[in-house]
């Protein structure tokens, strides 16, 4: 083992120094999670080799990239940030030239704002709008500032060929015989790297609990929060190293609210383990994935107008906002055991009362929502004066023409949506196509 481990930090080594003789910036996606750990922790040891015992310039930076999602699984969400704070100090008192960088998505691409404000009913399968705007947008930006400023960038992969025979499959597609470095399948300019792809699952935990943490971390916390999250069918045998270790799953954290998987198994895991505090974020995702198919929760047509298959459209206003209701009540539940938890922001809470005023959903106030839970002001009251003024002005405008009102109204909502939540581009082709469709 430790003769491998050795192999693969003297790869990095080579790799880092002498194979690559730019300064091209690594990046490396860090979830936490057991196998970017590893990665991480093997890269940081080659860094301390290369600059104490081989006197090699440290010339190139390694970005740590965490992507946060905003929906994270809690137990995960803390973990991590503690560990983005211990790499932080480490890295500068080591004078080392790693750099952490966290990314969001934007606020009309998060979550919330596309379920609640927009009404995109919950993904799965077929409709998996999540994973672009939340986890590939965020990261691609990072990446594309970075090819900005250095014209190439290297991205370190925690992938491994044990993973799974889907994940051995595109290990083999995207790798270059008898080369390290593969294209990125869709940046330019920019490589891909896997330093332990031939590490097998007993390995990588035989690292973590073998090998203390370089950044000063608690690696059995995150075995830990592995075995506790562990479903009977997900066991796995284990390098044990300590006699107090026991199984540990390959349980996979992602968002609490994922309804594309049938079942949340490492989440009624960590319940079952004695984590009750989080039973109302299960109980909301399992409802929301239950619901998502009714009727009545449905418009029978989609955003923009268009006609949906089988009368299943955009979600209702009603059911929207019984989905915010419902939300407040889980977060305020939560919080009387953990306070510090937010399972939606204020800016999201704005963003989606102004994206139903675009919707004209008069009916509903985001913040007499929130103000009839938590007994506290969110005071909206002049963003929503401001437009039920607005449309009082635009009907007497159009008395003499009233079907003119709802393309203003339309005009009107596609110009702010653009300006308040996104950029301006595409505006003038929403804008032409909303007239053809009048015409």
């Not at 409709?127 to 990446?143: A, D, G, H, Q, Y």
Request: glycine share 4%.
């Amino acid at each position: 083992m430790s003769k491998r481990i050795d192999y693969i930090i003297a790869e990095l080594i080579d790799q880092y120094a002498w194979a690559d003789d730019t300064h091209r910036p690594w990046i490396i996606g860090f979830s936490g999670g057991k196998d970017s750990t590893v990665l991480l922790q093997l890269v940081w040891k080659a860094l301390i080799k290369a600059k104490i015992d081989l006197k090699i310039p440290l010339v190139r930076d390694v970005y740590v990239v965490c992507n946060d999602t905003m929906v994270e699984n809690p137990i995960i969400t803390e973990y991590v940030q503690r560990c983005l704070k211990l790499i932080d100090e480490a890295a500068r008192t080591e004078d080392l030239p790693i750099k952490v960088r966290k990314t969001i998505p934007r606020l009309e691409d998060s979550f919330w704002v596309n379920l609640i404000g927009k009404g995109y009913p919950s993904p799965n399968n077929s409709f998996r709008w999540c994973t672009e705007r939340l986890k590939v947008k965020p990261t691609s930006r990072f990446i594309m500032e970075q090819l900005d400023i250095n014209g190439e960038a290297i991205i370190l992969l925690g992938t491994r060929i044990d993973e799974s025979a889907t994940r051995a499959k595109s290990v083999k597609k995207h790798s270059v015989k008898g080369k390290r470095l593969s294209k990125h399948p869709n940046h330019r300019n920019t490589y891909t790297y896997a330093p332990i792809k031939h590490l097998r699952l007993e390995e990588i935990w035989y690292i973590i609990n073998t090998f203390p943490s370089p950044w000063g971390a608690d690696n059995s916390e995150l075995f830990q929060i592995y075995s506790d999250a562990s479903a009977d069918d997900y066991e796995c045998p284990t390098v044990i190293t300590n006699k107090n270790h026991q199984s540990c799953g390959k349980s996979r954290f992602g968002c609490w609210v994922c309804t594309v998987v049938k079942e949340d198994k490492s989440m009624t895991a960590l319940i079952e383990s004695g984590l009750d505090w989080l039973k109302p974020l299960l109980q909301f995702r399992n409802e929301i994935a239950e619901e998502r198919y009714d009727p009545k929760n449905r418009f029978p047509f989609r955003r923009g107008n268009r006609p949906a298959k089988n009368g299943m459209g955009q979600y209702s206003f009603d059911y929207r906002a019984s989905l915010l209701v419902r939300l407040l009540q889980a977060q305020r539940r939560i919080q009387k055991d953990k306070p510090h938890i937010e399972l939606i922001t204020n800016q999201e809470l704005i963003a989606i009362q102004a994206t139903w005023q675009r919707d004209m959903n008069f009916k509903w106030s985001v913040s007499k929502v929130y103000n009839t839970i938590y007994d506290n002001e969110i005071d909206m009251k002049k963003q929503t004066e401001k437009f039920q003024r607005e449309e009082e002005l635009l009907r007497l405008a159009c008395e003499d023409n009233p079907e003119d009102f709802e393309l203003i109204q339309d005009l009107l909502a596609l110009q702010k949506n653009k300006a308040l939540l996104t950029r301006k581009r595409g505006l003038k082709g929403d804008i032409e196509n909303r007239i053809e469709q009048t015409l």
